[in-house]
């Protein structure tokens, strides 16, 4: 089963955005659809998606996500999986604040959840249903966006 991946970047610390540089080419994710392929050195912000079509498993997103959090701690980001024929996709919303969020989603990342998932939910009032639901990451994921390119030398070692 394959699916396209999706990984939008929002933010990153200068001083981290080799190490991320480095992630994104290891995966061999382009900028956009029909895009270059990542370059080393070289990292995008809010604008257009890094994609890797085909996918070998729907979760592969969360070990993108692992790896992004190793290289570049300070980074916000989200991305997903597009869901497959039978099977939802999965999202990874992540900021330094509120740490990862991890759920199944639709095509265009929204979560998705499972009545019992919601009533949960309801139970844990306001703030927690926020956080169980990720409300709370893309709350603050949406409109964080620097559009910017981070060029960045290799760091001596």
Known sequence: ????????????????????????????LSYDWDGEFAE?????LGME???????????????LADE????AP?????????????????LVQYTPELGKFEAYCDADGQPHFTAHEVLQAAKL??????VLTGYAWSQVLNGSATERVIKVEVPET
Do not use: H
């Open 1 to 28: 089963m394959e699916n396209d991946l999706q990984l939008f970047l929002y933010r990153c610390p200068d001083e981290q955005a080799y190490a991320l540089s480095e992630v994104l080419c290891d995966w061999e």
């Open 74 to 90: 300070g980074a916000w980001f989200q991305a997903w999986t597009d869901p497959s024929e039978g099977a939802l996709g999965t």
């Open 125 to 130: 009032g306001e703030v927690g249903a926020k």
């Open 40 to 44: 080393l050195g070289e990292v995008s």
């Open 68 to 71: 992004i959090i190793k290289a």
């Open 49 to 63: 998606p890094y994609t890797y079509r085909e996918a070998v498993c729907l979760d592969v997103v969360k070990q």
